[in-house]
């Protein structure tokens, strides 16, 4: 009892506290939602406050839009009616011209019709005119008039026979010495050296030693040199060198090339001379190339075709009786560039005609046909200009001069070729010898290469064993000297050597 007694006061302050504290937060809950609700209400006063003075600026700002429009509006306005009064006056003035043109056409039309008349009337009279003089001369105006000419014709005949003949010579001189200063310009402008061609290169040796090294065991290597090459080796006839002969000059400078690249590397045998003639059969590709380009930038030619370019440069290595080809065509090009700008005509396609007129001797050797019907089809086919393939294809007067530049390429060709020294009759006759000989062994079938040796001489015929056994070449050599003998001129005789040649190669891994 005394225990419940001893407890009872706690409990009951705690309760009190309890009491107390809901009391407490309860009214620290009602002042707290007092300040929420005051600061709400001050939050709203200002927010309806901000909202008044934001519709207060827009109505202002509208208003000034408003009052902006209508400015801008009465401007255009204002615009518009003086563009319309603008148009209505112009639209007057142009009622008053055409009211003014339309009288003036009327005008002219009643004065056209009096001129009309007046003409008419004119020509009556005239012909009434004509009439009465036409009676009393009893003859008519034809008449009269061829009388007129007759008797003019028969009193001064002697005078315009001889008038007719003076100004007729005076023509030809004037023409003969304008010709004449425009070829001798020319060919003062283009001054160049002649030098004929020769048929041998002679190739310095260091020492007398190479040449046996050159020959070889049983002459093997001087063999497989002149089989590969197509030239004659001539040992003896120049000291410390060696001769080197054909009637080609392309062949005699790959066989330089070659046997300078064999001396200088030492080591000389069949092997080492078929990779050196292939080296020097490359780098002779690439000089021809380099030529062919020096020629076009000489004469000022540039957008020529990669492959017309080589086969200019080919040319190098070709004579027309005993005149360089490519030099011959050089010289031409200068000339008609000369002759074509003192007579006013394109200087670019007479330049291009000249320096393609004989482009068809680079391949004549390999293709049937002329060297200008050649050239023609060349030029077609890689997209020369048809002008410029008129100007070259009538140099030889295989084709009809179709244009004033084929008359300059054909003179310009003439000029170069008449030069003194320029060309040399006996040279060529003995060139085409033996190019007739090497044509003549090709038509063989199974030939593979012909070389004409020895000055015409002797003839080497490389055959291609798969083709003619033994026995086939035995009568294929008796063949090809009766053909020899029937197609081609030649003096003494002609030795014939047909050689086939089997290799077996393989490697050995």
């Known amino acids: 009892m005394d225990t419940i007694i001893s407890w009872l006061p706690g409990a ?19 002042k707290t939602r007092r300040l929420a609700e005051s600061k709400r209400s001050e939050e709203l006063e200002s927010a309806k406050s901000e909202a008044k003075e934001i519709v207060i600026e827009a109505r202002d700002k509208a208003a000034s839009i408003l009052v902006d429009v209508q400015k801008e509006e009465r401007e255009r306005k204002r615009e518009l009616r ?86 007729e ?32 290169s002679i190739v310095e040796l260091p020492n007398e030693d190479l040449k046996g090294k050159i020959i070889g065991r049983e002459g093997r290597n001087i063999r497989a040199f002149e089989r590969l090459t197509g030239v004659e080796v001539i040992i003896d006839e120049a000291p410390e060198g060696l001769v080197l002969s054909s009637f080609d000059p392309l062949r005699r400078e790959l066989a330089k090339l070659a046997l300078e690249k064999l001396i200088k590397d030492g080591r000389i045998q069949p092997a080492k001379v078929e990779e050196k003639v292939e080296e020097a059969r490359a780098e002779l590709d690439e000089h021809i190339r380099k030529v062919g380009e020096e020629a076009m930038y000489e004469v000022g030619i540039v957008d020529l075709p990669k492959e017309l370019i080589t086969l200019l440069g080919r040319l190098n290595y070709r ?23 003192e007579l006013g005509l394109n200087v670019a396609v007479a330049k291009k005609g000249a320096l393609l007129h004989d482009i068809g001797k680079a391949i004549d050797h390999d293709v049937e046909g002329t060297h200008v019907e050649i050239g023609r089809k060349l030029l077609e086919k890689y997209g020369i200009d048809r ?123």
């Open 12 to 30: 009951v302050a705690a309760v009190a506290g309890v009491a107390l504290g809901y009391y407490v937060r309860h009214i620290v809950a009602r």
């Open 82 to 167: 003086q563009l319309e009064e603008r148009l209505l006056k112009r639209e007057d003035a142009l009622q008053e011209e055409r009211s003014i043109l339309e009288k003036r056409v009327r005008d002219l039309e009643r004065d056209q019709g009096e001129v009309k008349q007046e003409r008419a009337e004119a020509q009556e009279a005239k012909d009434r005119v004509v009439g009465e003089i036409e009676k009393v001369a009893r003859m008519t105006k034809d008449e009269a008039r061829d009388q007129l000419f007759k008797e003019l014709e028969e009193g001064n005949r002697e005078e315009l026979a001889q008038a007719l003949v003076r100004l």
């Open 169 to 200: 010579r005076d023509r030809r001189d004037a023409l003969e010495a304008k010709a004449t200063e425009i070829i001798t310009s020319a060919l003062q402008r283009c001054a160049r050296d002649k030098v004929a061609d020769v048929t041998t």
């Open 319 to 341: 004579t027309s009786y005993g005149q360089n080809v490519l030099a011959h065509s050089i010289e031409m090009t200068h000339i008609a560039g000369a002759i074509a700008a």
């Open 387 to 509: 002008k410029v393939i008129q100007a070259m294809e009538a140099h030889h007067e295989e084709y009809p001069y179709a244009t004033p530049e084929s008359f300059i390429v054909t003179a310009a060709d003439a000029i170069s070729a008449a030069r003194p020294g320029a060309r040399r009759g006996t040279l060529e006759k003995y060139l085409r010898r033996l190019e007739d000989i090497e044509k003549v062994v090709k038509s063989f079938d199974g030939v593979k290469q012909a070389f004409a040796l020895s000055a015409g001489r002797e003839v080497r015929v490389f055959v291609v064993p798969e083709k003619v056994d033994d026995f086939r070449a035995l009568q294929l050599a008796k063949e090809i000297a009766g053909k020899i003998q029937s197609d081609v001129d030649y003096p003494g005789e002609v030795k014939v050597t047909v050689i086939r040649e089997v290799k077996a190669v393989e490697y050995a891994r």
